[in-house]
């Protein structure tokens, strides 16, 4: 009777598969209230996303507004978003790793 322990093995898998779906789509959902934040120039300039990789704050203090010198701007503007977006894709791996205990799974976060 080897075959039926294959196939409760197997479905034991698909629960366990279909638990870690249910806890992906709460990732998802927490993601997309988790912020983080990006700054440059000693808080000159500051981006927030969420989760989801969504922009939904930018504040820029007038002291680097500089019809002169656009290129300042737009250099504290792209740290800023790149720190953002680094510290969301860190927390997302983290939270994914914890939800797989690190399999890596195709087509998600560092899969």
């Known amino acids: 009777m080897k ?23 709460e990732l998802q959902e927490e993601l997309a209230n988790t912020k983080a934040t990006g700054s440059a120039g000693g808080g000159l300039v500051t981006v927030t996303m969420n989760g989801q990789f969504q922009v939904t704050e930018v504040k820029i203090d007038p002291e680097v507004v500089d019809p002169g010198d656009l290129g300042l701007l737009e250099d504290l503007l792209l740290v800023a978003f790149n720190e ?26 560092g899969g």
């Open 3 to 25: 075959g039926l322990g294959n196939l409760a093995n197997l479905g034991q898998m698909l629960k366990q598969a279909q638990q870690m779906q249910g806890h992906i789509a």
């Open 84 to 109: 953002a977006a680094g510290r969301t894709q860190e927390h997302a791996k983290k939270r994914m790793t914890e939800i797989t205990g690190g399999i890596q799974i195709p087509g998600m976060l």
